[in-house]
């Protein structure tokens, strides 16, 4: 019943930036954490970025200073700005929220579907 649908993602040269979105809807009574990973081929999925409910925010080492999470509550969405990509930046980026589902009144983790985000040199 909930869903994220995740946008943004594209094909970029280094250097350049994109803005990844991606928006819950359905029966949500709250989100708490939400977080970008990505998972490039023959690699695991890794965290890239995570925020809290009170915007308390961790990235991983690779793209501090580069990209920046944030969210807005009032429409259950979580954002990634991605500036000064690299090559190695390649990957398919999915997003995760930790939502109470309001009918049940259980926390339950979802993923988006994934976007493919491909940074040329």
């Known amino acids: 019943q909930v869903q994220l649908v995740e946008s943004g993602g594209g094909l970029v040269q280094a250097g350049e930036s994109l803005r990844l979105s991606c928006a819950a809807s359905g029966s949500i009574s709250g989100i708490n954490a939400m977080g970008w990973y990505r998972q490039a081929p023959g690699k695991q999925r890794e965290l890239v970025a995570v925020?809290?409910?009170?915007?308390?925010?961790n990235y991983a080492d690779s793209v501090k200073g580069r990209f920046t999470i944030s969210r807005d509550n009032a429409k259950n969405t979580v954002y990634l700005q991605m500036n000064s990509l690299k090559p190695e930046d390649t990957a398919v980026y999915y997003c995760?929220?930790?939502?109470?589902?309001?009918?049940?009144?259980?926390?339950?983790?979802?993923w988006g579907q994934g976007t493919q985000v491909t940074v040329s040199s």
């Open positions: 925020i809290g409910s009170g915007g308390r925010t």
């Open positions: 995760n929220a930790d939502v109470l589902q309001g009918a049940t009144m259980w926390w339950q983790a979802y």
